[in-house]
């Protein structure tokens, strides 16, 4: 492999930013875009990984290659069961209004795995950054940062797009460079240092940590035998929820049942309307670790768009929906929280795999 320019074009319109980015505030900043929405820029010209990736599909269609098509990734993948969670792997990881593709260099424990970042810009690297060619892209090259490796939620996991060969996973672990891959480098430290892609992609994976809620150590046994208040609102105290607040009925439904913490604003409309603010029984950790497998994260993701909701407050609902089927379980036997969540899934319509 010869050694190539930057693949990525800087734009110059004011507010631009490079093409991998897709980046247009804080993670947990949803309110002025939707969660389903793959090219939201808050009035700002932006080029994303998805736009990059979005091109590589156009080209699918016009240089045939089928390979990345819809379509065709989902009879590669299979079932979202079915998706590869392995070594070599190379998935879309997001978390609102932020996201990046992430190759996945070990196995998953039941909640994260370790991943270093890949890009279609290589501005700044350095010998520790890897140009290695795009499988399923005509002429693509990505380059693999291993010096930013971090261990992710896979609650952040959105698709796979492709999978790398494992002698690069072998690389990212301090191996020989491939055969039919490059060092991006050498560059001098402080090159390195001020790289911008380094620091965006730095910037994007401390905010996909920090996006997901930890984790909140609740047995199912002591979840499900707890108690909490129950609000019985008027028609008209429901009808004054909605007019102050601005929401829907479905959503003010949700805060009186305790199923997602209110904000402020809703905190202080239960105390003044119904007097009193429903007590939230947090979700056992079970049952928030399964919501982590990336089988869940598209019906997230449609529930957020369907009750204008960030993709943390959706979860909320969601696995607090799934708890309310188990609640008249009785005995030691411990709810099979995938199968909750596919029922509730299933009443609610929306999509699953």
């Known amino acids: 492999m010869t050694r190539r320019e930057a693949s990525s074009t800087r734009l110059s319109s004011k507010g631009a930013v490079r093409r991998d980015r897709h980046r247009t505030g804080t993670a947990g900043t949803a309110s002025n875009c939707a969660v389903g929405d793959d090219h939201c820029t808050n009035g700002k010209d932006i080029m994303t990984a998805d736009d990059r ?197 479905p959503v003010v439904l949700d805060l009186v049942d305790g199923k997602r913490e209110p904000s402020p604003e809703e905190a202080s409309a239960l105390r003044d309307i119904v007097a009193i603010t429903p007590e939230v029984t947090p979700p056992p950790a079970e049952l928030v670790i399964e919501m982590y497998h990336p089988r869940w994260k598209a019906t997230v993701l449609d529930l957020a768009r369907r009750r204008d909701m960030n993709e943390a407050a959706a979860r909320t609902v969601m696995a607090s929906g799934a708890f309310a089927l188990a609640a008249r379980q009785t005995g030691d036997q411990s709810p099979d929280w995938r199968e909750r969540l596919a029922r509730w899934a299933d009443a609610e319509a929306l999509e699953r795999s």
């Open 53 to 249: 990736l979005q091109e590589l599909i156009g080209l699918a269609h016009a240089a045939a290659q089928p390979q990345l098509t819809e379509p065709a990734l989902r009879e590669r993948f299979g079932r979202r069961d079915g998706w590869p969670l392995r070594a070599g792997a190379v998935w879309r990881a997001r978390w609102d209004d932020v996201a990046l593709l992430a190759l996945l260099v070990g196995n998953p424990t039941a909640t994260t795995v370790a991943v270093t970042p890949v890009t279609f810009d290589d501005t700044g690297a350095d010998a520790d950054t890897l140009l290695v060619a795009f499988p399923s892209g005509r002429g693509a090259i990505l380059a693999v940062w291993r010096t930013l490796r971090r261990d992710l939620p896979l609650a952040l996991l959105d698709r796979p797009v492709d999978e790398l060969p494992l002698a690069v996973i072998a690389w990212t672990a301090g191996g020989p460079v491939p055969d039919d891959a490059q060092l991006a480098g050498p560059a001098l430290p402080s090159v390195s240092s001020r790289s911008p892609v380094r620091a965006d992609l730095e910037d994007d994976l401390d905010a996909l940590i920090a996006a997901v809620p930890a984790l909140t150590p609740v047995s199912s046994r002591r979840t499900a035998t707890g108690t909490r208040k129950r609000v019985l609102p008027t028609e008209e105290q429901f009808a004054a929820l909605v007019a102050r607040l601005g929401v829907s009925l």
